[in-house]
Nanobody, 126 residues
Framework: VQLQAFGGGLVQPGGSLRLSCAAS????????IGWFRQAPGKEREGISC????????YSADSVQGRFTISRDSAKNTVYLQMNSLKPEDTAVYYC????????????????????WGQGTQVTVSS
């Protein structure tokens, strides 16, 4: 199981970025995928996830209405579209795959995810 996250960068407040998480060694209908972020001095937090079987999604209150998670099964890739970015969104963003296969829904805790990508830096600044 491997994950590769990319798409981060420097963007001005109010701008947009799309992060990608390319998965290998499994298919997206087998494991839920979560997006997490970690700002300097803060704990890693779950911000969005998408379930394996039905593709149901969850987004944290802090990004609700601004960030959208989606997947392309043909490309085995999960995306995080981030709009209306704020300076407080600055962090390293990680994607991760659930430890459990064929689980229902998607879980929000860091400990539920056993496979992690390398992280991609998102900086929101003018």
């Amino acid at each position: 199981v491997q994950l590769q996250a990319f798409g981060g960068g420097l963007v001005q407040p109010g701008g947009s970025l799309r992060l990608s998480c390319a998965a290998s060694g499994f298919t997206l209908d087998q494991r839920a995928i979560g997006w997490f972020r970690q700002a300097p001095g803060k704990e890693r937090e779950g911000i969005s996830c998408i379930s394996a079987t039905y593709g149901s999604t969850y987004s944290a209150d802090s990004v609700q209405g601004r960030f959208t998670i989606s997947r392309d099964s043909a490309k085995n890739t999960v995306y995080l579209q981030m709009n209306s970015l704020k300076p407080e969104d600055t962090a390293v963003y990680y994607c991760a795959a659930d430890r459990v296969v064929y689980g229902s829904g998607c879980r929000r805790s860091v400990s539920a995810y056993g496979y992690w990508g390398q992280g991609t830096q998102v900086t929101v600044s003018s």
